[in-house]
């Protein structure tokens, strides 16, 4: 069955240092790949997605990801936080042929100043 | 509209009431989808629509769960007789048009539900 594995529920950083957030995923297929930011109050925004192609995906708000087939990763990271990244961040795989998405629990970022 | 509405953003709803949440995609867009996220966990898929037809919805988790979109448009998702464990916040997602997941799909910010 697939599925999303997000291993950290809780990450803390300091502002200005780099993060990498992970995210493994088990599907049969090549998956499409998602990163999704929820901000308090707010909608999940999408990041950043993986189709096909260059496996260094560029996203908005600075943040990057490589899909790594051979290790089923497909990591986000960022060379250097803001205070304002804090938020939890969601990675999600879709279904090829299907509209819908699964998603890892999240991981909940903390920046501390 | 700018982007996807939900209604009402937070209900507290008695146990055994019936619940029904709105959902405004934005315009234009064919795809329309539900989905439902406890706390502590990721969203998990419920239902979608391509205009008005329920194209899938195998996530639902049980008859007491049904949606609706009769105009293409707008559409309703309703919990009958609800349970405490319905609690949880209930996320609508709109996109262009459904070819797969190629498509960016847009989320709102949710309806809190707690069922007291």
């Known amino acids: 069955a697939q599925s999303v594995t997000q291993p950290d529920i809780h990450i803390t950083v300091s502002e200005g240092a780099s993060l990498e957030l992970r995210c493994n995923y088990s599907?049969?297929?090549?998956?499409?790949l998602f990163w999704y930011v929820q901000s308090p109050g707010q909608g999940l925004q999408l990041l950043l997605k993986?189709?096909?192609?260059?496996?260094l995906v560029q996203g908005i708000k600075g943040f990057e990801a490589e899909f790594k087939r051979s290790q089923s990763s497909f990591n986000l990271r960022k060379p250097s936080v803001h205070w304002s990244d804090a938020a939890e961040y969601f990675c999600?795989?879709?279904?090829?042929?299907?509209?819908?998405?699964?998603f890892g629990t999240g991981t909940r970022l903390q920046v501390f100043p | 509209g700018a982007g996807v509405s939900q209604s009402p953003r937070y209900k507290v709803t008695k146990r055994g009431q019936d619940v029904a949440l709105r959902c405004d995609p934005i315009?234009?867009?064919?795809?329309l989808y539900w989905y439902r996220q406890a706390l502590g966990q990721g969203p998990e898929f419920l239902t979608y629509?391509?205009?008005?037809?329920?194209?899938?919805k195998s996530g639902l988790p049980n008859d007491r769960f049904s949606a609706e979109r009769p105009e293409g448009s707008i559409s309703t998702l309703t919990i009958q007789r609800t349970e405490q464990r319905d609690s949880a916040m209930y996320r609508c997602?709109?996109?262009?048009?459904?070819?797969?997941?190629?498509?960016?799909?847009?989320f709102g910010e949710g309806s809190w539900l707690t069922v007291v």
């Open positions: 997602a709109s996109s262009l048009a459904s070819t797969g997941p190629g498509n960016t799909i847009y």
């Open positions: 599907y049969g297929a090549t998956p499409y």
């Open positions: 993986y189709f096909s192609g260059d496996t």
């Open positions: 999600a795989v879709g279904l090829y042929n299907t509209d819908k998405l699964i």
């Open positions: 315009s234009g867009h064919v795809s």
């Open positions: 629509f391509n205009y008005e037809a329920q194209q899938d």
